[in-house]
């Protein structure tokens, strides 16, 4: 499986904050218990990997939608966002942690052609691997696709994996991926065009 992964050579580690907090004690009496010191790790709020169809069925405008997504995706969480481009293999865009900016991401996009077959299964395998590398609190996976798996095993079993799955089929193309939300457990947003894209992010972590 790892060897059908397009991975890039160099990936920026994520930064966990350290937060910590030390009272000045009174001087001749011990501090009470709520005043003693505390050290503490705490997490970034949330993690998100876009995963964007590039096969044969999402053209045109459905990739015009896509670049508008990622970019969104981007700028909503510039130091903790991965995105991948998905057909019959897993291309890392931009990996989680990356300082890759939004309009780098859609450049890509933008000159990948869509053409072949759809593993979806293998595109949830990566994102699984990419939210790994995060130590948010909360990791989600948006899938924008019909979700017509056409190569690799069943997708059913991998997708349950997610603490957090979010399905953005479009909004004329949704049988598939309506499926497989019904199977797992995910969360369907069906996406009319770009102008969804502020909408579709706020609803997926709503």
Known sequence: MASRLLLPGIVIGQRTEWATCHPEPRPGAAAP?????????????????????????MLGSRLATAAVIASTVVLSRPTDASVLA?????????????????EQVVDDLLVLRGHGVTDLSLALDAAAHQLARSDAR?????????CRS?????PTATARLFEELVLLPPKDDVADATAL????????IPVAGPTDAPAVIRAALA
Not at 36 to 56: H, I, M, N, Y
Not at 150 to 154: C, E, N, S, V
């Open 181 to 188: 939300a019904e199977a797992t457990g995910a969360l369907l």
């Open 86 to 102: 998905i057909a019959r293999e897993a291309l890392v865009v931009r990996p989680q942690g990356s300082s890759r900016s939004a």
């Open 138 to 146: 909360r990791k989600v996976c948006l899938v924008l696709s019909d």
């Open 150 to 154: 056409t190569a690799g095993p069943d």
């Open 33 to 57: 218990p709520e005043e003693l010191t505390v050290a503490a790790w705490e997490r970034p709020g949330t993690a998100l990997c876009l995963v964007v169809d590039r096969s044969g069925s």
